[in-house]
């Protein structure tokens, strides 16, 4: 039996390295990926500031968007030097920026294209080499679709398939909407599986719980969480363990906030404000006591000019004070 995975999603203005580092206290093993960065940016861009990661973030994917397979074999390059485990191509995005750039989720609709940037990047990087993809966009057929999709990035060498199981309405819907309204359709992504035993796929979109993590894995390899990985983090200290059989390396939210504070004083020392780190931790103790407090005080105090460590460890208190009051 293969091994069954977890990744958190890449998601654009959230799972910047901050936000990557917090995760990473939670789990060993889970697989962390970059926003998706474009390949005019890796190129021509701030390398660092786009680029840069933490070693502690390993193992960590970077998503690439374009079209073009010279400019993104280039770009998978220069990621690769960059130290990434994983060049991810996004055929997913329906944003109309990235329509215009003809990339995204409207790359459903050339997948011979795809296929050629697949293969532009293999041959230029050692490194897994994955797609990430929708099941098809506004009429297509979802059958056709993904199997042709499939077909040119398999025949391309592509090491692994991540399917957000919902169709991308390309005219009309905006990205937040194209993230709920087309209906999620699970059963075709265990159908694809079905037809290819062989190559790894992962199935993303509404996953919420432990309980739809396992019944999907009877189907296919990986699951890909987002929107609940990134609002209610704790999720992650259990990845380890459900799939690994492994003790996760922190126990719970406050040992989490103990394990990333070296990072967050580092960050600090660098000149880093304390809210562009803290906002990716609002969601921790989400349905605790003391959850709301904990959130307000990070809202208003790591703003202030001055916000430190001591600033995260007196939301903090707002839960544990909670926690430590007798039950009636
Ligand atoms: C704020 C936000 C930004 C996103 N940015 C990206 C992105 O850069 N690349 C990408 O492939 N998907 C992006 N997505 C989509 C997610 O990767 C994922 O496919 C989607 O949220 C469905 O999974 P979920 O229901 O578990 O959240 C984004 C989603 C959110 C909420």
Redesign the pocket.
């Given at each position: 039996m293969t091994q069954k995975f977890f990744t958190v999603?890449?998601?654009?203005?959230?799972?910047d390295r901050h936000c990557r580092a917090f995760h990473r206290v939670m789990s060993r093993r889970a697989r962390l990926?970059t926003?998706?960065v474009t390949t005019g940016a890796v190129i021509f861009g701030p390398r660092e500031r786009l680029l840069g990661f933490s070693d502690a973030e390993h193992p960590v994917a970077v998503?690439l968007?374009g079209s073009n397979p010279a400019e993104l074999a280039q770009a998978a390059k220069i990621c690769a030097d960059f130290g990434y485990d994983e060049i991810?191509l996004?055929v997913?995005?329906p944003s109309d920026r990235v329509q215009n750039g003809r990339f995204?989720a409207c790359l459903m609709q050339e997948p011979l294209l795809v296929g050629e940037c697949v293969a532009a990047m293999k041959a230029t990087v050692s490194l897994p080499v994955t797609v990430?993809c929708r099941i098809g966009v506004d009429d297509q057929d979802t059958e056709e679709a993904l199997n042709r999709l499939t077909e040119c990035v398999v025949a391309a060498g592509s090491d692994e398939l991540t399917v957000?199981a919902r169709k991308a309405w390309l005219q009309g819907l905006s990205?937040?909407e194209n993230?709920d309204i087309p209906p999620l359709d699970y059963p075709r992504v265990y159908r694809l599986k079905a037809a290819r035993p062989d190559l790894p796929i992962a199935i993303?979109?509404?996953?919420?719980t432990w309980a739809e993590i396992h019944q999907h894995l009877k189907h296919v390899d990986g699951v890909?969480?987002?929107?609940?990985?990134?609002h209610e983090p704790e999720i992650l200290l259990s990845v380890d363990g459900e799939l690994y059989g492994e003790e996760p390396p922190v126990a719970d939210g406050f040992e989490a906030v103990e394990a990333y504070e070296p990072y967050i004083a580092e960050q600090l020392e660098k000149g880093e404000r304390l809210s562009n780190i803290t906002r990716h931790m609002l969601g921790l103790f989400t349905g605790q006591p003391g959850a709301r407090a904990y959130r307000r005080h990070l809202a208003t105090e790591a703003t202030k000019p001055g916000a430190n460590l001591n600033t995260l460890r007196d939301a903090v208190a707002h839960v544990r004070v909670k926690q430590l009051e007798p039950v009636e």
């Open positions: 999603a890449p998601m654009m203005d959230w799972t990926y926003e998706m998503q968007g991810n996004n997913g995005c995204g990430k957000h990205p937040k993230r993303n979109g509404g996953i919420k890909m969480l987002g929107r609940v990985a990134y």
